[in-house]
Antibody, heavy 121, light 107 residues
Framework: EVQLLESGGGLVQPGGSLRVSCAAS????????LSWVRQAPGKGLEWVSS????????YYADSVKGRFTISRDISRNTLYLQMNSLRAEDTAVYYC??????????????WGQGTLVTVSS | EIVLTQSPATLSLSPGERATLSCRAS??????LAWYQQKPGQAPRLLIY???NRATGIPARFSGSGSGTDFTLTISSLEPEDFAVYYC?????????FGQGTRLEIK
């Protein structure tokens, strides 16, 4: 059974940093691209970042480019999102998401339960 | 960036009725469009991918159509569990983008 378990969310001050993680199981981690999608309270879905199966290619939304870094550790079957220079508008539930097939990065059939990041003083 | 515009913002219908949700792209996305359902407090659920392919386990009452810039999600006969928010999403170009959502509520 595919499982994606996010952790690391919490309260952080504006300008601060936080790293969220997504522990994956139930599939061959090294063969799938993975992504982060966020949802601000009461708002819609916003794609944040994706990383290729090898980790060699990364993609970012303009709203986070230069501040967030996506990475993966194949030995730990874990996806990360390092978030720096956080702003109030980064407050959201952060989901990790797995695509439905290895050949396609962005059709998300499995999602984690999400981890809440709150940026506030 | 490709902008996806969903309409209507809110759709009020009764169980048993047919629901038609629209998603329009600011430029062509071929057939690279997906639909998701989200209920309160839950992660999104993939319904349809590549415009018309039902995801695993999705009931046949859900169907998708369209290509290029205009797409439709149809629910043929609404069940009580179908009342939720629906999002479209394109994967034709980076950045991946989502529509703003259509809330399907019970009339």
């Amino acid at each position: 059974e595919v499982q994606l378990l996010e952790s690391g969310g919490g309260l952080v001050q504006p300008g601060g940093s936080l790293r969220v993680s997504c522990a994956a199981s139930g599939f061959t981690f090294s063969t799938y691209a993975l992504s982060w999608v966020r949802q601000a309270p009461g708002k819609g879905l916003e794609w944040v970042s994706s990383i290729s199966s090898s980790g060699g290619n990364t993609y970012y939304a303009d709203s986070v480019k230069g501040r967030f870094t996506i990475s993966r550790d194949i030995s730990r079957n874990t996806l990360y999102l390092q978030m720096n220079s956080l702003r109030a508008e980064d407050t959201a539930v952060y989901y990790c998401a797995k695509p439905v097939m290895t050949a396609v990065a962005a059709i998300f059939d499995y999602w984690g339960q999400g981890t809440l990041v709150t940026v506030s003083s | 960036e490709i902008v996806l515009t969903q309409s209507p913002a809110t759709l009020s219908l009764s169980p048993g009725e047919r629901a038609t949700l629209s998603c329009r792209a600011s430029q062509g996305v071929s057939s690279y469009l997906a639909w998701y359902q989200q209920k309160p407090g839950q992660a999104p659920r993939l319904l349809i991918y590549d415009a018309s392919n039902r995801a695993t386990g999705i009931p046949a009452r859900f169907s998708g159509s369209g290509s290029g810039t205009d797409f439709t999600l149809t629910i043929s006969s609404l069940e009580p569990e179908d009342f939720a928010v629906y999002y479209c999403q394109q994967r034709s170009n980076w950045p991946i983008t989502f529509g703003q959502g259509t809330r399907l509520e019970i009339k």
